[in-house]
């Protein structure tokens, strides 16, 4: 409690003001902390707020001449005609297998890695590692994306032209269906792997030396420790970051699959946001792609809350 | 007590596969970078088989350094990464020390609002409707404005500021300081290494900055680097290229694989000049994450 507040606080109830008279009167002594709050309160109120407002046009013919109030209602119309069209099917089995592929193959890659950074005595060797392994992460997927056409591209890249000086035959990576998958995730693993052993290293400092103590006197080799000590201890943060993994299920990453999106490989690249992009800015379709946007944006709501309820339930502090 | 041979074993094991990734994550990077500085004339001749260029030049640099789109969008990415930043930085600090005091009336309700703008996104159309609304579109501002503060960042920056002993608050007080002139001379020196991460964090999304400008710029003279990017690296690579693009890599004087990893190298420039200060700071700006405001 500061001064200030104390002294208008013993005041306030000698004189036993109305409540409203109270809250103006602290408007009016803390003016300056609600003259930095309100920027902020007015951001969220246009840039997030208005939007949500905004997702009733889902169930309008919006015209932008009439404006969200005037246009027409029609009800659930634009969802029943994203459930009937066949896209739907498409969308959600890419979405799905983009996402579960990144589960099985990226997920646990930052646990191995911090598991074998966590082994190295040298840490001077171990921090070269990590600058190395984080550097990706900042960069734009538009780098990324880029760099791996000028690697992979069928007739510059420098992978095929290894190939065949090896003597294997060309391969085109980038519009090929059958590897398009592989190759959002080995992206994903190129660029984030690293990135995701910070928190799990931070794990692993947590752990009691003595640990390590007792199991070398058990006689457990350097295998050993890693199973029997460093992985018990750092299961609850696994499952945690597995939980919230799943809650993001709907999520695969749009800019990534945007940019690597093109002709040949669409019907495996199109997931729900990048559909919403195209039927809405440029087809102007707007009232049926915000229904899409919506469809997606209320599953994801669902599976996070499920998500933090379901880590919180097991014990964890969940992220709210 | 003397390493058994297991153990060694292990050791050299574990080196030489972390050197190995190493390795792997570094090449790509190596690679573009070594054929943007070489020579053309040895780039074609050994057909992009460039792992040591005999020798260096920075003809790629000079001709996309002259060339006025990508010069200009430069400069559109410059002005996002310096002025966004401020601008982000100020507002989230200002929000997030209003909400972190508890005289503040309404303080939970707001920071409920930022909680729920974090959980449930409308998506996509509405957002753009909003700012269309707005007439932001074609303006760089609509790069800045609609996501100059993160709900995140007011998070972690409160539970930051919610450690600051409020003794020091209340001598200020006494000393004749309003709420401003704490937050001012107190609270922000007081926050500068965590005004550091964040500063650095919204700097690298601002640079990186690109649905968005798909989204609300259509005028090819103020797109940010990243759209300009795009337009060479990917679109020409799928014959879908924009006219810019085209005319920016058709020179035949410079193979266009050279001018493309130059300007990779562009972009990517100004993350790894600020990467060793980020990386002091960034471990901790995620790990702030995970402590309980």
Redesign the interface.
């Known amino acids: 409690m500061n001064v200030r507040t104390s002294v208008l606080q013993s005041s306030a109830t000698a004189v036993k003001k109305s409540k409203s008279r109270t809250l103006l009167s602290d408007v009016r002594r803390d003016k300056y902390l609600y003259m930095l709050v309100i920027p902020g309160v007015l951001f969220f109120i246009i840039f997030k707020y208005i939007p949500m407002w905004g997702i009733i046009i889902a169930f309008q013919e919006y015209s932008p001449y009439l404006g969200v109030l005037k246009s027409e209602w029609v009800g659930l119309d634009h969802f029943i005609r994203f459930f009937s069209n066949p896209d739907f099917t498409l969308l959600f089995r890419n979405t799905m297998m983009i996402s579960l592929l990144n589960l099985l193959f990226f997920f646990p890659l930052p646990i191995i890695l911090s598991l074998l950074l966590n082994e190295l005595n040298n840490q001077g060797f171990k921090r070269v590692i990590q600058s190395i392994v984080y550097l990706p992460h900042f960069l734009s997927w538009v780098i990324i994306v880029g760099i791996s056409f000028l690697l992979l591209s069928e007739s510059s890249g420098i992978i095929n032209k290894m190939m065949m000086s090896v003597g294997l035959p060309k391969y085109d990576f980038l519009t090929n269906t059958d590897t398009f998958w592989g190759l959002l995730v080995l992206q994903n693993i190129w660029k984030e792997s690293g990135w995701g052993t910070i928190i799990i290293l931070a794990a692993i400092t947590a752990v009691d030396p003595q640990l390590y103590e007792a199991a070398k006197i058990d006689g457990a080799g350097r295998w050993g420790q890693m199973w029997n000590v460093t992985l018990p201890a750092i299961r609850s943060v696994i499952i945690v970051l597995l939980i919230l993994r799943l809650g993001h299920i709907m999520d695969v990453g749009f800019e990534q699959v945007f940019l690597m999106n093109n002709g040949a490989v669409a019907k495996y690249a199109d997931v729900f946001e990048t559909y919403v992009y195209r039927n809405g800015i440029q087809s102007g379709q707007f009232s049926y792609s915000t229904a899409v946007g919506l469809f997606k944006s209320l599953v994801g709501l669902i599976l996070v809350v499920m998500a933090n309820r379901f880590a919180k339930r097991i014990g964890e502090d969940g992220v709210y | 007590m003397k390493e058994?041979f297991?153990?060694r074993l292990?050791?050299s094991a574990?080196?030489l596969?972390?050197?190995l990734?190493?390795i792997?994550?570094?090449f790509?990077?190596y690679?573009?970078f070594v054929v943007s500085f070489t020579q053309p004339h040895e780039y074609l001749q050994k057909?992009?088989?460039v792992l040591f260029p005999q020798s260096w030049t920075l003809a790629s640099y000079e001709y996309l350094l002259n060339t006025s789109a990508f010069k200009n969008a430069m400069l559109v990415s410059i002005f996002l990464a310096t002025v966004g930043t401020g601008l982000s930085l100020f507002?989230?600090a200002?929000?997030a020390?209003?909400?972190s005091?508890k005289?503040?009336?309404g303080r939970k309700i707001?920071m409920m609002?930022?909680?729920l703008?974090i959980?449930?996104?409308?998506?996509?159309?509405?957002?753009?409707?909003?700012v269309r609304d707005?007439g932001l579109i074609n303006s760089i501002w609509s790069l800045i404005?609609?996501v100059?503060?993160s709900?995140w960042n007011?998070i972690l920056m409160k539970s930051f500021f919610d450690s600051i002993p409020?003794e020091l608050?209340?001598a200020a007080?006494?000393d004749g300081s309003?709420?401003?002139g704490t937050?001012f001379r107190i609270v922000i020196p007081l926050s500068a290494p965590a005004l550091a991460a964040f500063g650095l964090f919204y700097a690298?999304g601002y640079?990186?900055t690109?649905?968005n400008a798909v989204?609300f710029i259509n005028d090819y003279t103020k797109v940010p680097l990243?759209i300009v990017?795009?337009n060479?690296?990917?679109d020409s690579?799928?014959s879908t290229g924009g006219a810019a693009a085209a005319e920016m890599i058709s020179d035949k004087q410079i193979p266009s694989?050279t001018l493309?990893?130059a300007a990779?190298v562009i972009?990517?420039f100004p993350?790894l000049i600020v990467?060793p200060f980020?990386?002091k700071h960034?471990?901790k700006g995620?790990?702030l994450g995970?402590v309980?405001g």
Request: glycine residues 6%.
């Open positions: 058994s297991g153990s292990f050791n574990n080196i596969l972390l050197a990734i190493g792997v994550t570094v790509p990077l690679y573009v057909s992009g088989f507002f989230t200002a929000m020390f209003g909400v005091r005289r503040l009336r707001i609002m930022v909680l703008s959980l449930f996104n409308p998506g996509i159309i509405p957002n753009y409707l909003v707005l404005i609609p100059l503060i709900g007011i409020v608050e209340e007080m006494i309003n709420d401003m937050f690298v640079w990186n690109f649905f989204l990243q990017l795009r060479m690296l990917i690579e799928m694989q493309k990893m990779v972009a990517t993350i990467y980020l990386q960034f471990a995620v790990m995970s309980k």
